[in-house]
């Protein structure tokens, strides 16, 4: 399993694409966590901006299609997306067995 970190510019478009994430087939489930504050270097420029997170829980075959397909999603031109194992033997088995059959489900 993998989970992906990705921020969005609003709770509004993170669940638009948590919905079609899901309603796709390519995550078992995403959780959107608005109010984030973000201080970043961009174009030379130290910026702020509020942001949403999201955390997107997909199983490893479809981590790939799933990064692909919020690159697609995201109206930023450079979206954080970052990947993140998960360590089995640390983690519920159940919950790693839910995680695997439902991103094969659409």
């Known amino acids: 399993m993998k989970l992906l970190y990705t921020t969005w510019p609003d709770p509004g478009t993170a669940r638009e ?3 079609a994430l899901v309603e ?3 995550a078992a489930c995403a959780n959107i966590l608005p109010g ?3 201080v970043y ?3 030379g420029q ?3 901006a509020g942001e949403t997170v999201m955390l997107v829980k997909v199983a490893d075959a479809q981590a790939a299609a799933t ?3 919020i690159l ?3 109206p930023n031109e450079t979206p954080a997306i970052a990947a993140i194992g998960v360590d089995a033997a640390a983690s519920a088995p159940d919950f790693l067995a839910w995680v695997e059959r439902s991103g094969h489900q659409a």
Do not use: K, N, Q
């Open 17 to 19: 694409a948590a919905i």
């Open 24 to 26: 796709e087939g390519l």
């Open 36 to 38: 984030m504050t973000s």
């Open 41 to 43: 270097r961009w174009e």
């Open 46 to 48: 130290v910026e702020s």
């Open 67 to 69: 990064t692909a397909r």
């Open 72 to 74: 697609a999603l995201h």
